[in-house]
């Protein structure tokens, strides 16, 4: 029950701690706007570790190829994420998909391993990018 409650935790209250540099023409301290999707990239190697793992445990090939893929295009949207947080379009395209894949998986076979916990994290990363869409964007000076 811990690790949900601490994944859910994860997903719904995720914030940057701001980075801190110094110029060395200045004595000031600038700080950035810019954030990490820790959370994304969490995601992006869950997908592509499960994958592996079907691969080495039952020999799918199309098991890793599809935890692969998919395991990078949430990679990539976790890289557009970072870099501009209003781009979050692949990373939704990507969860929502392996959400409804796997949770079809999971309701048909009602197997906690692999299908529902992809489902559920899925499920987790698209209710955290939904969030992201109802924010205000930030407005700079």
């Known amino acids: 029950m811990f690790p949900y409650l601490l994944v859910a935790q994860i997903v719904l209250f ?30 992006a190697a ?6 592996i793992v079907g691969y080495v445990k039952a ?9 692969l893929l998919f395991g990078g295009l949430a990679g990539l949207g976790a890289y557009q994420i970072s870099n501009d947080p209003n781009n979050i379009w692949v990373s939704l ?35 955290k990018l939904g969030l992201t869409l109802l924010q205000k964007p930030n407005k700079s000076v």
């Open 46 to 51: 869950l997908v592509a570790t499960g994958g």
């Open 93 to 127: 395209g990507t969860a929502g998909t392996l959400s409804a894949v796997m949770g079809k998986r999971f309701y048909g076979s009602r197997k906690l391993f692999p299908a529902g916990v992809m489902a559920g994290a899925s499920l987790l990363m698209v209710g």
């Open 59 to 67: 020999g799918s090939v199309p098991s890793l190829g599809a935890g």
């Open 14 to 43: 995720n914030s940057s701690v701001p980075q801190t540099t110094q110029t060395p023409l200045a004595n000031s301290t600038t700080v950035s706007d810019m954030s990490v999707d820790w959370v994304g990239y969490g995601y």
